[in-house]
């Protein structure tokens, strides 16, 4: 049972680190990612890699659905911005790549602005409408635009390089991603503890209430959504880096459905929810692959149910968490920490 | 410009809108009794043309009883829908009830390629097949006829909101629940026939349109589509959905046949957004006033 845990400062509450196990546990966990490419073999790498993506923009997501209430979808729209950004510049101009990675950031930040300028007059689903428009507005554009985009064939980049060092495997592709979602999901649990966190907090909870407390609604509102489409813009630049091709169907609809999905799952609301979410949301269809190629040998036709099943063990999920769990993964994870916080105590 | 085109491409699309107004009631019906955005209907609607597929083309039954047959295989998926897992999320935060009817939609595009395989299949023809020309306008038969049937539906459930005592439930649950069950209206019942008669629209314009259009997985996509048109047509209003369905069928249709297939979707979205910024509840939606 956990003692000693009386706090006494308002500081001390909103501390990200409130006590030396939780730092002995964190510093255990970025040991484990560091040395996690030297034991993996390429096929859990690249998984390693796809994971850290999937973090990165579910938990830009996870900051303007989960904690400012705005439904978007348009994520997949903001991570395309992102990548055809990098992809532009890597050809264009040969910078590297944290030059380019910051400008994607703020480019799709940019255009997250534009696409949340709406969301004073509209909002719940009419704003999630609107999301929808804008990334059918910029599926076209990735599609038609043909001098920048290279219209329906997409752009094909160079490896990410910095200082002569050029990032062409996925072992190399993995530090950078990791340390950049380690950093960018620290650097959103520092703003949500900051007034601008707790304004998005009230804008979520009620925002007429919000607005009367003094929080300037379109500020924060277009805030959030900069925010969430600069770490879109990121995770689609590191996308386009990992990949080394981008073309418009590489963001379709159902991938700003997946990202959604995956905050629920995970636990709207919640930092670590989104990483639980994005994680376990990017391992099942991997699962299920490796599950299909054991039973081919007995059934020879399991490839092809594969997919549908896909389909149906995605929108399970999404139907299922809703009614059963609708706080996600992060409660289970909540319940089974409150379980040894409390041993041996039953509740 | 060739009028005589444009008025033929126009009366086609005028068609096809038909078709949209028709599954946009449905959207409406479901939206005014249980303030539930479908993201599914484009999915209940390609389940209905698969059952069809399934009667007509595999057990071999006339068409004019597969398609009776289809539609209400629709509207009991409706109705299932509703009671297991739409029921659950009573008073939940919209968010959440949209993103189970996103599960719900590929749950279903799942089922449909485990039995029907995600091979495009035609259904077979069951309309009849002389052109139809009115004035010198030529009309594709499938197109005219399926407007015919759907329009015939669409004359039936205005009728019905009218003036039966379904359709007067309905309305009163719509606009004041509490006041509707202190009446002694079933609302749960409302709810569950919502639903039920939500999905008939949308199932028998699915068997139409993908009459006309064949038939795949992808089907679903149609549901963008008449999410627009509900959207632009105001979510509570039935006027709005008829209005605004045979203007975006119209629009769709021409800008597809004047700037080519790839700006379908852009044109109506701008239509979209022009008045989402102007009026967001819609031409003809009421406008909510919220309260602290």
């Known amino acids: ?347 | 410009m060739d009028w005589l085109f444009f008025g033929e491409i126009s009366l086609a699309g005028l068609a096809m809108g038909g078709l949209y107004a028709l599954i946009a009631l449905g959207f409406v019906m479901i939206y005014k009794a249980t303030r539930v955005i479908n993201f599914a209907i484009g999915e209940i609607m390609m389940f209905a043309a698969y059952l069809f597929l399934a009667f007509a083309g595999g057990m071999e039954l006339s068409a004019w009883i597969a398609l009776p047959l289809a539609v209400i295989g629709g509207s009991i998926l409706g109705g299932v829908i509703e009671k297991t897992m739409i029921r659950p999320m009573l008073g939940e935060s919209p968010i959440s009830v949209v993103m189970v009817t996103i599960g719900i939609a590929s749950i279903l595009v799942g089922l449909v390629e485990f039995i029907w395989t995600a091979d495009p299949q035609l259904l077979p023809n069951f309309l009849p097949r002389e052109p139809v020309f009115i004035g010198p306008l030529y009309l594709a038969p499938k197109i005219a006829y399926g407007f015919l049937i759907g329009s015939a539906l669409l004359i039936v459930y205005l009728l019905y909101f009218r003036f039966s005592r379904g359709g007067v439930a309905l309305r009163a649950t719509a606009s004041d629940q509490a006041a509707a069950y202190s009446m002694g209206i079933n609302v749960r019942r409302v709810f569950n026939l919502a639903w039920v008669f939500g999905s008939l629209a949308a199932s028998l314009a699915g068997v139409l349109v993908a009459a006309t259009g064949g038939l795949s997985p992808q089907f679903g996509i149609i549901g963008l589509s008449v999410l627009v048109v509900v959207i632009v047509g105001g979510l509570d209003s039935i006027l709005g959905a008829l209005v605004a369905g045979v203007f975006i069928g119209w629009l769709e249709t021409v800008a597809g046949a004047y700037l080519g297939g790839e700006y379908r979707m852009p044109a109506t979205f701008v239509v979209l957004a022009v008045i989402l910024v102007i009026r967001p509840y819609g031409l003809f939606g009421t406008h909510e006033i919220e309260r602290v």
């Open chain 1, 1 to 347: 049972m956990r003692i000693g845990d009386a706090k006494q400062t308002y500081e001390a509450d909103e501390a990200i680190w409130t006590s030396n196990t939780q730092k002995l546990w964190f510093g255990l966990l970025l040991l484990i990612l560091l040395l996690f490419p030297f034991m993996a073999d390429s096929y859990l790498l690249y998984l390693g890699c796809l994971v850290g993506i999937a973090v990165i923009s579910t938990t830009g997501l996870n900051i303007l659905t989960g904690f400012t209430g705005l439904i978007s979808l348009g994520q997949a729209g903001f991570m395309g911005v992102g990548a055809y950004t990098v992809a532009w510049l890597s050809l264009n101009t040969g910078l590297p790549f944290p030059v380019t990675l910051l400008l994607a950031g703020l480019v799709a930040a940019a255009v997250g602005i534009l696409v949340g300028l709406p969301s004073l007059r509209v909002k719940g689903l009419y704003l999630a409408i609107a999301t929808l428009a804008a990334s059918v507005f910029l599926h076209f554009i990735f599609a038609e635009w043909e001098s920048v985009t290279g219209g329906m064939g997409g752009l094909s980049l160079e490896p990410a390089h910095l200082f002569g060092l050029t990032f062409q495997s996925d072992f190399r592709m993995y530090f950078i991603i990791v340390t950049l979602a380690v950093l960018m999901v620290l650097a959103a649990r520092n703003v949500l503890r900051t007034r601008v966190g707790r304004a998005f907090i009230a804008i979520r909870d009620r925002d007429i209430s919000a607005e009367i407390l003094g929080i300037n609604l379109l500020r924060y509102k277009l805030m959030s959504f900069a925010l969430s489409s600069f770490y879109a813009g990121v995770a689609g630049g590191l996308f386009a880096y990992f990949y080394r091709v981008v073309t418009p169907e590489s963001f379709p609809l159902s991938m700003s459905i997946f990202y959604l999905a995956a905050v629920i799952v995970g636990g709207m609301g919640n930092l670590l929810g989104g990483i639980l979410g994005a994680a376990f949301m990017t391992l099942v269809p991997e699962a299920l692959k490796l599950l299909t190629a054991a039973l081919t040998p007995f059934y020879p036709n399991a490839p092809v149910f594969m997919s549908p099943m896909l389909e149906i063990i995605f929108g399970a999920l999404i139907v299922g968490f809703l009614i059963f769990e609708p706080h996600g993964l992060a409660e289970i994870w909540h319940r089974i920490r409150r379980f040894f916080r409390l041993w041996p105590f039953r509740n």
